[in-house]
């Protein structure tokens, strides 16, 4: 198997970025619109702070569904100190954290900067190109 191919070859750079304070609504209707397992989630200067995911939605999903009303924020309900992977992780380390974790996106950073995500099936048809 191949070890060259980097995080960076493979990752989506064009996903939803969410903020911290923005309505957990309107972030879960990106996460659908989008078609997206998890968005990355940053503060004001633009830095990694957590991960909201669809399992993350249910929750105020399920209240908006019994009450008629949305409450909260996208910080009210993410994941903070979310697991991320740099653009310079080869293939088998990507595998690994998969393996690891059970998430299904891994935001991607370089040198500390937010540059995209990285989801299984991103994982998947790459290992299909080079096994």
Do not use: N
């Not at 659908?32 to 830095?47: F, H, L, N």
């Not at 990694?48 to 939605?57: A, P, S």
């Not at 994941?79 to 690994?96: H, P, R």
């Amino acid at each position: 198997m191949s070890t060259d191919l980097t995080v960076a070859a493979i990752m989506q750079t064009d996903c939803p970025v969410l903020a911290r304070e923005m309505p957990i609504r309107r972030a879960v209707a990106l996460l659908v619109e989008g078609g997206v397992a998890a968005a990355s989630v940053t503060d004001e200067s633009g830095a990694l702070v957590g991960i909201l995911t669809q399992k993350d939605c249910f929750r105020p999903a399920l209240h908006a569904s019994y009450y008629q009303e949305w409450k909260g924020t996208v910080a009210d309900h993410m994941t903070a100190g979310a697991v991320s992977l740099s653009t310079s992780d080869d293939l088998i380390s990507a595998v690994q954290a998969f393996l690891d974790h059970p998430h299904r996106g891994f935001p991607v950073l370089d040198e500390g900067r937010l540059v995209g995500m990285l989801r299984r099936a991103d994982v998947l048809a790459a290992l299909l190109r080079v096994g």
